[in-house]
C-alpha cells in the first residue's frame, strides 16, 4: 500500500495573510515556523553561484565537462531521503560545496539553495520537486536526487527511487527514526535500494547517537552497521573516530564551512579510552559483517581469529560494501551537516559502500544487448524549451537529435538536445551512456514512467528475446515485460473546485492543468458532471495549494479554489436486485433492451465494482455489449446516491439480459447505468471515510490537553511513547476531523508540537457520524 504521510511542524508564530483566500486557507491549512520566518525577512537574490559550462566558471569551482561519460563502475546514482525537515537539502548543499561545484554554502533558512530552486522551496523552505544534481567526488562521479520530505510529495520520492541505486537516508538525531522515515524506508525497500544511514543534527540539543542508533533498530528492523562514533554531542560535539581504521576526525573550530579537519590514529598514549571503546565498537562490526558475510567470516575466522585488530581497513570495507548491497545491513555514520562536521566522510561512504549502476542486478539488460533502454521518471516545463524529461540510461547510449521509439506510446519522437542537470542549471553534452541520469530537450509526447528504446525494431527484437526468457518464466504477455515499471500512482484523499479569473481563461486553464499533470502524475484533473466545474483532486493541502500558486506563478492566471474537501467512498451493506427496460424508436429503428442484475457488498478494500455475468448471460454476449456494459458498470459506480461519491466494494452481476436485433450499444449503457443506480439507492448504504494514522509529539506539560482535543476529534489513541524528553501519541483520526490542525495544535502547545499524518484505510462510518454529515450536505445529498 503506498503511503502518505502529512507532516506539520506547528509554531506559534504570526499567520500572515497574503489575500483573502489565503488568509482563509492558511487558518486552516497549517504553516510553519522557517516559511514564516522567511517570510517575514528580505529576500535575498535567488542566484548562486553555480558551475556553469567551461570558460565561465571560476578556478575554484570544477567543470562538469571532466566528469562526462566516466566509467561506470566509477557513477553513484543515489537518492537523499528522510523525515522532513531532517536535513536533507542542508546536506546536499554541503556535498556539492565540498566537491567543488558552488563556491558558497546554501543555507534552507536564507532560501538560497541550489537543489531547491523553484520559488515556493525557497520562500518555504522545504523540498517540493526532487532535483537531480550531478558532481564529483575523489574521481566518482555522483548523480544526486536530494527528494520532498512532505508526504504531499511522496510520489515524487518514489518515482525517484525507482531509478536510483542506492539512498542516503538522512535522520535528525535527537528524533531518531520519524513518521516519515517509516514511509521511506518501506518505499526504499519495496524498490530493493541499498542504503546508508546518516545521523544529521549531532550539534542539536538533545542528539544521540545511541538513541537514533536503536530506533533505527528497532523501529526500522534494520541491522545497524556502525561505521563511526562522534565525539561529544550536541553542544560539546566536535568531530568523529572512523571505526574502521581507528582515526579520530577532529574539523578545526576556526574554519568556517568545515574544509579543514584533520584526521589523526587513535593512540593509546594520547586518547587510551576513546581508543579502547573503537576497538570494541570494531570488534563488533567485524564479528556483525562475519555474520553476514561468509567470505568475509572465512577470511576472520583463518587468518584473524585470533586476532580481530589486525584485519585489515580494506578488506573490512570491501566486505561492509558488499553486505550493504546485499541490503543485509545498513552502515550508520553521523554528523552535522549545518555546522559543516562529518559530510565529507559521508561522501566516501557513499562511493565506497554504495553500489555502481552495474553492480546492480537488471534482468532485462540482457534483452537489449547494449541498444539503447532508458526509463523516463520525471517531466518538467520549461517556459522556454518545452517539456524536459528526465531520463535514467539502463543500456545504450544517448546523443542530442536522436530519434528514440517510445513504448508505451508506441510513437517514435527526437530529441533535440541532451543536457547534464545541475538543479536549475543544465549542461549542454555530446553524448552521455547507460548509467547516467540524463536531461532531454524536445520529448513533447513522453511522459512519467515511460520506456524509451532506440527504435521500434529494436523493441521488437527485445520482446523476442525477452519472450524466449519469459516462456521459462511462465508469464504471457512479451510487450508487457518490455515495460519497465512505472509508478503507483497512490488516490488522492482531497479535492477542491478551481476556477479561471473569466470564462475566457477557461482553455488556459485547462492548458496549464494538462501540463502540471504531465509532471505530477498524483495530481487528477476531472470534470465535475452536474456543476461542469474542473476539479482538482490532489495528495493534500499543501499539494493543492502548491498548484495554486504554480497556476498564478508559471502560467500567470489568478484562479479560485473552492474549499478543500475530503474524498469520501460510498459502499452497500446488503444484495439487492433491479429490473429495467429501455424500449425506444429513434426514426425507424427500435432499440430494446431489458436488464436484470444484483448489486452485492464484496470485501472491504476491494476496490472498484467487478462485474460478473450469469451463464445464461455470457454465452453469447457480443463483445460490444460487453464493452457497453462494462463502461456502464463503471460510470455508474462513479457517482453513488449518498453522496455522489465513487462507489467502491461492490460485485454487480447480470443476471438477465434481453437486447433487440439493431440496438445501439448507447442504449445498452444507458439501461445497465440506470439499473445500477435503481440497485444501489434500493440497498442500505453506507459512507466510507479516509482515516489517518497520526503521530504527535509533544512535552510532556501539553499532553493532556492534546489528548482531550483528540478525543473530540474522534480520534482513537492507539499507543503513547516516550521519545527522550517528549511523548509520542500514535492513533487514528478521520480525516475530516483532521484538516487545519496545524493551527489549533500550535495554539494548544504553543507552538511546541509537531504531528504527522498518514493515510491508513477508508472505514465505514458510524451510523450516526453519517447521518451528522449527510445532514450537512443536504442540500446537495439526500438524507437517509
Ligand atoms: N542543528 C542543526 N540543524 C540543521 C542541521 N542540518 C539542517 N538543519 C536545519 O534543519 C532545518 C531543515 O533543513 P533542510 O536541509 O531543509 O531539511 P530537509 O530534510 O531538506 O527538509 P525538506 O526538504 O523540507 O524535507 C533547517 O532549518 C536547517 O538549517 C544540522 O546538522 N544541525
Known amino acids: ?46 542566484r548562486r553561484n553555480y558551475s556553469s559550462p567551461p570558460g565561465v566558471v571560476g578556478n575554484d569551482v570544477k567543470s562538469l565537462h571532466s566528469v562526462i561519460n566516466p566509467p561506470v563502475a566509477k557513477i553513484r546514482n543515489i537518492g537523499i531521503m528522510a523525515h522532513i525537515d531532517a536535513g536533507k537539502t542542508t546536506t546536499t548543499e554541503r556535498f556539492l560545496y565540498y566537491s567543488g561545484y558552488t563556491r558558497a554554502l546554501g543555507d534552507v533558512d536564507d532560501g538560497d539553495t541550489v537543489t531547491d530552486f523553484m520559488a515556493q522551496e525557497r520562500e518555504r523552505g522545504i523540498t517540493i520537486q526532487s532535483a537531480a544534481v550531478t558532481f564529483d567526488w575523489k574521481g566518482y562521479r555522483v548523480n544526486l536526487i536530494d ?85 561529544g554531542e550536541a553542544k560539546t560535539f566536535k568531530g568523529l573516530v572512523d571505526v574502521v581504521n581507528k582515526e579520530k576526525l577532529l574539523w578545526n573550530s576556526n574554519s568556517d564551512d568545515g574544509k579543514d ?138 546523443t542530442p537529435q536522436l530519434a528514440i521509439h517510445n513504448i508505451n506510446r508506441n510513437c517514435t519522437e527526437r530529441m533535440s538536445r541532451l543536457l547534464l542537470p545541475f538543479a536549475d542549471q543544465h549542461v549542454e553534452i555530446p553524448s552521455l551512456t547507460a548509467g547516467n541520469i540524463a536531461l532531454t530537450v524536445g520529448l513533447k509526447q513522453t511522459a512519467t514512467g515511460d520506456t524509451i528504446v532506440s527504435s521500434k525494431s529494436s523493441a521488437l527484437a527485445a520482446a523476442r528475446r525477452a519472450g524466449r526468457g519469459e516462456k521459462r518464466h511462465g508469464r504471457s504477455s512479451e510487450a508487457e515485460s518490455l515495460l519497465l515499471a512505472g509508478v503507483e500512482i497512490p488516490e488522492p484523499v482531497f479535492f477542491c473546485t478551481i476556477e479561471p479569473p473569466s470564462v475566457a481563461k477557461q482553455p488556459d486553464l485547462d492548458h496549464a492543468l494538462e501540463r502540471l499533470q504531465r509532471e505530477d502524475p498524483s495530481l487528477k484533473v476531472r470534470l465535475d458532471p452536474d456543476s461542469g466545474q474542473t476539479v482538482l483532486c490532489g495528495m493534500g493541502e499543501l499539494h493543492i495549494e502548491i498548484i495554486h500558486d504554480r497556476i498564478k506563478r508559471e502560467y500567470g492566471l489568478e484562479t479560485y479554489l473552492g474549499p478543500l474537501q475530503v474524498a469520501y467512498r460510498e459502499t452497500i451493506l446488503n444484495s439487492v436486485r433491479a429490473t429495467d427496460t429501455l424500449d425506444r424508436t429513434l426514426g425507424d429503428k427500435r432499440h430494446f433492451v431489458s436488464a436484470e442484475l444484483e448489486a452485492r457488498p464484496v470485501e472491504a478494500a476491494a476496490g472498484m465494482a ?50 433487440h436485433p439493431g440496438t445501439s450499444t448507447t442504449m445498452v449503457n444507458a439501461c445497465i447505468s440506470r439499473c445500477i443506480q435503481k440497485a444501489l439507492k434500493k440497498a442500505d448504504k453506507q459512507v466510507l471515510e479516509p482515516l489517518m494514522s497520526l503521530e504527535v509529539t509533544v512535552t510532556r506539560d501539553y499532553l493532556s490537553p492534546v489528548l482531550a482535543d483528540l478525543a473530540q476529534r474522534r480520534g482513537n489513541i492507539q499507543e503513547i511513547q516516550t521519545r527522550q524528553d517528549n511523548r509520542v501519541v500514535i492513533g487514528f483520526v478521520p480525516l475530516a476531523e483532521i484538516m487545519g490542525y496545524s493551527t489549533v495544535l500550535r495554539t494548544l502547545t504553543s507552538g511546541s508540537a509537531t504531528f504527522a499524518l498518514e493515510f491508513s484505510t477508508y472505514q465505514a462510518m458510524s451510523p450516526q457520524d453519517q447521518s451528522t454529515l449527510l445532514n450537512q450536505r443536504s442540500g446537495v445529498a439526500q438524507v437517509l
Request: net charge neutral; hydrophobic share 45%; charged share 25%.
Open 1 to 46: 500500500m503506498f503511503t502518505h504521510w502529512r507532516i506539520f511542524a506547528v509554531s506559534h508564530q504570526k499567520v500572515f495573510s497574503v489575500s483573502v483566500f489565503f488568509f482563509f486557507f492558511f487558518t486552516m491549512c497549517y504553516c510553519r515556523i522557517r516559511a514564516i520566518l522567511k517570510r517575514s525577512k528580505t529576500r535575498v537574490p535567488l
Open 147 to 231: 527528494t520532498p520530505g512532505h508526504v504531499d510529495f511522496t510520489l515524487e520520492v518514489e518515482r525517484c527511487l525507482r531509478v536510483l541505486d542506492g539512498a542516503v537516508a538522512v535522520f535528525d538525531a535527537s528524533a531518531g527514526v520519524e513518521a516519515q522515515t517509516l514511509t521511506v524506508w518501506k518505499q526504499a525497500d519495496k524498490h530493493k535500494i541499498p542504503r546508508i544511514c546518516f545521523l544529521n543534527k549531532m550539534d542539536k540539543t538533545g542528539a544521540s547517537f545511541n538513541y537514533a542508533v536503536e530506533s533505527i533498530r528497532e523501529k526500522l528492523k534494520a541491522k545497524p552497521l556502525i561505521l563511526q562514533l562522534p565525539i
Open 261 to 398: 579537519f584533520e584526521r589523526k590514529p587513535l593512540l593509546e598514549a594520547s586518547d587510551p579510552e576513546l581508543l579502547k571503546e573503537t576497538i570494541e565498537a570494531r570488534n563488533a562490526l567485524i564479528e556483525q559483517v562475519a555474520d553476514l558475510d561468509d567470505e568475509f567470516a572465512d577470511l576472520v575466522l583463518g587468518e584473524f581469529s585470533e586476532n580481530f585488530d589486525l584485519v585489515p581497513a580494506e578488506k573490512l570495507q570491501t566486505a561492509i560494501h558488499r553486505v550493504t548491497l546485499a541490503q543485509a545491513a545498513v552502515p550508520v555514520l553521523c554528523g552535522s551537516a549545518l555546522k559543516n562536521k562529518g559530510v565529507q566522510p559521508l561522501l566516501d561512504a557513499v562511493t565506497m559502500y554504495l553500489p555502481s549502476p552495474e553492480e546492480r542486478e537488471y534482468g532485462f539488460l540482457q534483452w537489449y544487448k547494449g541498444d539503447l533502454c532508458a526509463l523516463a521518471f520525471k517531466v518538467l516545463h520549461d517556459k522556454q524549451r518545452g517539456p524536459l524529461v528526465f531520463l535514467r540510461i539502463y543500456s545504450g547510449t544517448l
Open 610 to 659: 467487478v462485474i460478473e455475468y450469469a451463464d445464461c448471460v455470457s454465452e453469447d454476449l457480443a463483445q460490444a455489449s460487453r464493452e457497453a456494459i462494462e463502461n456502464a458498470v463503471h460510470s455508474a459506480c462513479l457517482q453513488g446516491p449518498l453522496l455522489g461519491s465513487p462507489v467502491h466494494d461492490v460485485a454487480i452481476k447480470l443476471h438477465s439480459l434481453t437486447i
